[in-house]
């Protein structure tokens, strides 16, 4: 069963930092992008940023300068290091992958999400 397991929320003070990460298991096959979501009540998910296995990013305005994604392909595991966090930035963050296998074409995968809550 593929699996997407998530770590890393909290609670943290504005201007503090988290990292999120995230590690795909099971028969996923190949995973050509990896990203963050993340949601708060009453509104729609939202991309954070994605990466794909080539290395191309795509951030979110509101977060360019202060968030940035990595990814170890090997370990099929990514991260999401969060600098200079804002209560704005309080959601729900929840992983994605696409993925799939020439068989049985891809699949989007998410994992169950972690509450990051930025207050003082």
């Known amino acids: 069963q593929v699996q997407l397991v998530e770590s890393g929320g909290g609670l943290v003070q504005p201007g503090g930092s988290l990292r999120l990460s995230c590690a795909a298991s099971?028969?996923?096959?190949?995973?050509?992008?990896m990203g963050w979501y993340r949601q708060v009540p009453g509104k729609q998910r939202e991309l954070v940023v994605l990466i794909t296995t080539g290395g191309y990013t795509n951030y979110a305005d509101s977060v360019k300068g202060r968030f940035t994604i990595s990814r170890d392909n090997a370990k099929n595991t990514w991260y999401l290091q969060m600098n200079s966090l804002k209560p704005e930035d309080t959601a729900v963050y929840y992983c994605n992958a696409v993925a799939g296998t020439t068989v049985s074409g891809t699949h989007d995968y998410w994992g169950q999400g972690t509450q990051v809550t930025v207050s003082s």
């Open positions: 099971g028969r996923i096959g190949a995973i050509y992008a």
